[in-house]
C-alpha cells in the first residue's frame, strides 16, 4: 500500500511510543487487524484509521524499520568502554543471583538496546576475558547463530534467550527476513512466467560476470503505465525515505545505468512521494502490476 509522507510520520511516531518486544508486535496485530485497503478510498485519515488500513506486514515492516533508526541513533552510547563495562558487571552479578533468570534478556530492555546486540556486547567481553585478546567477528558470529559453541553454559543460556526474543535482530531475524526475501523473488519469477516474460534471473546474470545486478533483466522490455521496464527488483519490505535512498545510492541508480530503466517492486508498501523518478526510469510498485504492455 502506497502512504503519503505525513501518513508514514504519524504511523512512525504511533510506534515510537510501543516497546520493541514480540508481546507488543502481537498487541498490534489484535488491535490493528488486517483489512482491505482498498475499501477506504478517504482523502483524510486520522492515524487509528490509517494504521488498522494497514497489513499485519507492512505494519511490522514499518515497525522494525523504526526500530533500526532508534539503535542506529542509540549504537554508540551502547559501546563505551564504560557502557560495556557496566554491561559485563551487571550480568555477572545477575547470574549470580539466579542463572535461569533472563539477565541479559531484561537488561536489553531495561536499556532500550536490542537484546541480541547486548548479547554480543557481553560475548565479546567474556571471550576478551577467557582468551586476553579481542576476539574476531567471525568467532563471536558463529557463537551467535549457535551458542551451544560458548564455553560457558549459564551464559550460552542467556545469549539464546536473547537472541529467540529479539524482534528485530539477530541470526534468527536475519534468517526469517532471508527467506520471506526469497520468497517473494520466487512469487516474481512466477508471476512472470504467467505473463510469458522472457528474463534472465541474478543468478544466471552472476554467472555471466556481473557483480551488480536486479533481480531480473527483461529479455524483451515491457511497458508498464506508459513506461518502458527493462528489469525489475523485489522488496519485501517498506519503502520508507532512507531505506529507498539508500537503496537508489547503492543499487537502482547502478542498474539504471547499465540496464535502462526498470521497475522496484515494494511489496509491503511505500511512501508515494518516493515515486518520483519515473521520468528518469525508476518506476515503484506495491504489487505485480497488471497492465503490462508486451511486444
Given at each position: ?17 510501543v ?68 554491561y ?10 539466579n ?33 586476553g ?11 551467535l ?76 522490455p515491457?511497458?508498464?503505465?506508459g ?28 542498474y ?10 515494494y ?6 512521494e ?22
Open positions: 500500500m502506497k502512504l503519503t509522507k505525513a501518513q508514514y510520520e504519524e504511523i512512525a511516531q504511533f510506534l515510537d511510543r516497546p520493541p518486544t514480540r508481546q507488543s508486535m502481537r498487541k498490534l496485530k489484535d488491535r490493528f487487524p488486517s483489512i482491505d485497503c482498498s475499501t477506504s478510498k478517504k482523502d483524510s485519515w486520522d492515524i487509528q484509521e490509517l494504521i488498522e488500513s494497514q497489513s499485519q506486514s507492512t505494519l511490522l515492516s514499518i515497525f522494525s524499520q523504526e526500530y533500526q533508526k532508534l539503535i542506529k541513533r542509540t549504537h554508540i552510547k551502547h559501546h563505551t568502554p564504560e557502557a560495556t563495562e557496566t559485563y558487571q551487571r550480568y555477572l552479578n545477575g547470574v549470580m543471583k542463572a535461569a533468570s533472563p539477565v541479559l534478556l531484561d537488561l536489553a530492555n531495561e536499556v532500550d538496546f536490542a537484546p541480541s546486540l547486548m548479547a554480543r556486547i557481553v560475548l565479546e567481553r567474556f571471550l576478551q576475558e577467557q582468551e585478546l579481542i576476539p574476531s567477528k567471525t568467532l563471536i558470529n558463529s557463537m547463530r549457535d551458542p551451544s559453541q560458548i564455553p560457558d553454559g549459564i551464559l550460552a543460556n542467556q545469549v539464546y534467550q536473547c537472541t529467540v526474543n529479539d524482534c528485530c535482530y539477530g541470526p534468527l531475524v536475519d534468517c526469517i527476513k532471508h527467506a520471506i526475501g526469497y520468497e517473494h523473488e520466487v512469487l516474481l519469477q512466477e508471476m512472470l512466467l504467467e505473463k510469458n516474460i522472457s528474463f534472465l534471473a541474478e543468478d544466471q546474470l552472476r554467472a555471466k560476470g556481473y557483480d551488480k545486478t536486479p533481480d531480473f533483466i527483461l529479455e524483451v515491457v511497458a508498464v503505465e513506461h518502458i521496464i527493462h528489469w525489475v527488483e523485489s522488496k519485501a519490505s517498506f519503502g520508507d525515505e532512507c531505506s529507498h535512498q539508500a537503496y537508489l545510492h547503492d543499487q537502482f541508480w547502478s539504471w545505468n547499465r540496464f535502462g530503466p526498470g521497475l522496484v517492486i511489496w509491503y508498501g511505500f511512501i508515494e518516493l515515486d518520483c523518478h519515473r521520468n528518469r526510469g525508476i518506476l515503484l510498485k506495491d504489487c505485480f502490476p497488471t497492465d503490462i504492455v508486451t511486444l
